[in-house]
């Protein structure tokens, strides 16, 4: 028995000596290390992380054709190449046409001439049919005469006004072969840089009921982003909100923009519901992106100047609540704090703390949320 009590005695003293090594372990968390830091006043941003593309705008891209039919004999450019407005980049044969216009231009000659004859005759049929209408009052000639002459004139007429209406029609092809001549030369409509050529000299050009496109060119001055905004933050985004974005080639290039507007329709990728906001690009940025290009885009949703800030890491989550380790002179305290908004280094502190106390920036030893999800309106 005696033996039994020692055995047990001695139990009960490892098990005390366990529970003051783990409550003196616990005692000693209490007290926070850390780097320490004044509470101070400065700016936040709260913003949302996007992923966009930079596209062309509506008009910035344009398929350049050709309605004439024949052989490509001049097309000095291939992808890469600058354009200018108004400039030829493009010449198809036009002999053809320019034969049929100056057989149309004799023909007309010709039949301005025998349009001459024909109003002479009518002139002359006129005053003979006056002439006979004079004589019939004096009864110098007959009534017959008289009605042989006005069919005479009307004759006359008539072939005059045919006359008029071939030289009439003869123009208009003269100028519906002018028309087509020009569509034997083409000019830039837009200045910027060739991106596709789909036709080289020498090649037959077949127009059908579309033009056939011979190259594309790009105006690199008109360019907007295409922001895929998730669904859990487009309440939060609206147009003419600031936009931060860089892209992978220029990681410490920003460029800057406001949300110009936001399309209704949902975009769907990988059954995640996105919808489209659109940023127009500075023209002065356009000279470093490029089309298709992949931004990391930054949606300023709030600003805030002059408010009480601490670092992200000065912020634990603990027990569903907010909290800070401040310093004080003899003592280390935890206080429930009530946070504003957030950015990626300080936190807004609505309340709890006072301008130039000292918290605890205390280090992370196990995955735990640094502040609450989201911040407090």
């Not at 980049?89 to 046409?97: L, Q, S, T, V």
């Not at 290039?253 to 949902?266: A, L, S, V």
Request: glycine share 6%; hydrophobic share 35%; net charge positive.
């Amino acid at each position: 028995m005696k033996k039994r009590y020692i055995i047990l005695g001695i139990v009960v003293v490892v098990i005390i000596g366990i529970l003051a090594f783990y409550l003196t372990g616990r005692k000693g968390k209490t007290e926070k290390t850390g780097e320490l830091f004044v509470t101070k006043r400065g700016n936040v941003t709260y913003f949302t992380e996007q992923t966009g593309i930079i596209k062309t705008q509506v008009g910035a891209k344009v398929n350049v054709g050709t309605r004439a039919t024949g052989t490509l004999i001049y097309l000095p450019y291939q992808v890469g190449d600058s354009t200018k407005k108004s400039e030829l980049i493009a010449r198809i044969d036009d002999r053809e046409i320019q034969a049929n216009i100056r057989n149309t231009e004799a023909l007309i000659e010709e039949q301005k001439r025998d349009l001459e004859a024909k109003e002479a005759q009518y002139n002359y049929s006129k005053l003979n049919y006056e002439r006979e209408v004079r004589l019939l009052e004096k009864e110098f000639t007959t009534k017959d005469s008289v009605d042989i002459a006005k069919r005479e004139m009307g004759v006359t007429f008539a072939q005059m006004e045919l006359g008029k209406a071939k030289v009439k029609e003869a123009v208009e092809k003269l100028k519906a072969l002018e028309v087509s001549l020009s569509y034997t030369k083409i000019y830039a409509p837009i200045s910027g840089y060739v991106s596709a050529v789909t036709t080289q000299e020498g090649e037959t050009v077949v127009s059908g009921l579309s033009a056939a496109i011979l190259i594309t060119i790009i105006d690199p001055s008109k360019l907007e982003m295409w922001i895929y905004v998730d669904e859990t933050d487009i309440g939060r985004t609206k147009p003419g909100m600031k936009v931060e974005h860089w892209v992978d080639t220029y990681r410490d290039k920003r460029f800057y923009g406001k949300i110009h507007t936001i399309y209704p329709q949902p975009e769907i990728k990988d059954n995640i519901v996105y919808y489209l906001a659109i940023v127009k690009i500075d023209p002065k940025d356009t000279a470093l992106l490029r089309p298709e290009m992949t931004t990391h885009v930054r949606i300023i949703v709030e600003e805030k100047t002059d408010v009480l800030i601490v670092p992200n890491g000065a912020v634990r989550f603990e027990e569903g609540k907010n909290m800070v380790y401040v310093r004080g002179k003899e003592k280390q305290e935890r206080r429930e704090v009530a946070l504003g908004i957030r950015d990626d280094s300080f936190t807004e502190i609505v309340s709890g703390l006072a301008e130039g106390e000292r918290i605890v920036i205390t280090a992370v030893k196990k995955a735990s949320p640094t502040v609450s999800p989201g911040p407090k309106k």
